[in-house]
C-alpha cells in the first residue's frame, strides 16, 4: 500500500515560482511517478511524469521549459518544480504513483493519488 501527501501549493503572483513536494509511505522507488492537475471544470491532465530511475521525464507541451520534475528514492520524494507560473496554471495538483516503471501517460495507469494541493496564480 502507498500513500501519498503533497505539499508546496499557495497563492503567487504570475511569474512566480512554486516548488510542489510528494512524500511518499511505502515503496515507490520501482514506480514511475506522476504530476497532474485539475482546475475547475477541466478533467485532470498530465503535467510531468518520471521513471523509476528518475533518467526519462515527460512534460505536457504546456509546461515545457517551465516546469522540473524530479525524485529522491532515498527520501520516496518526488518533486514538482514551478517557475514562471500563469494564472492558467491554476488548478489542484496531483501526485500519482504509477503501475510501472517507465514513464507513464494514461491516469488510468497509475494506482495510487494524493489528495491534492492547490495551487493559485494571480494575474
Known amino acids: 500500500q502507498v500513500q501519498l501527501v503533497e505539499s508546496g501549493g499557495g497563492l503567487v503572483q504570475a511569474g512566480g515560482s512554486l516548488r510542489l513536494s510528494c512524500a511518499a509511505s511505502?515503496?515507490?522507488?520501482?514506480?514511475?511517478m506522476g504530476w497532474f492537475r485539475q482546475a475547475p471544470g477541466k478533467e485532470r491532465a498530465l503535467v510531468a511524469a518520471?521513471?523509476?530511475?528518475?533518467?526519462?521525464?515527460y512534460y505536457a507541451d504546456y509546461v515545457k521549459g517551465r516546469f522540473t520534475i524530479s525524485r529522491d528514492n532515498a527520501k520516496n520524494t518526488v518533486y514538482l518544480q514551478m517557475n514562471d507560473l500563469k494564472p492558467e496554471d491554476t488548478a489542484v495538483y496531483y501526485c500519482?504513483?504509477?503501475?510501472?516503471?517507465?514513464?507513464?501517460?494514461?491516469?488510468?495507469?497509475?494506482?495510487?493519488w494524493g489528495q491534492g494541493t492547490q495551487v493559485t496564480v494571480s494575474s
Open positions: 500519482a504513483a504509477a503501475s510501472a516503471v517507465g514513464v507513464v501517460r494514461a491516469p488510468s495507469n497509475y494506482d495510487y
Open positions: 511505502g515503496r515507490t522507488s520501482s514506480r514511475g
Open positions: 518520471i521513471s523509476m530511475s528518475g533518467i526519462i521525464t
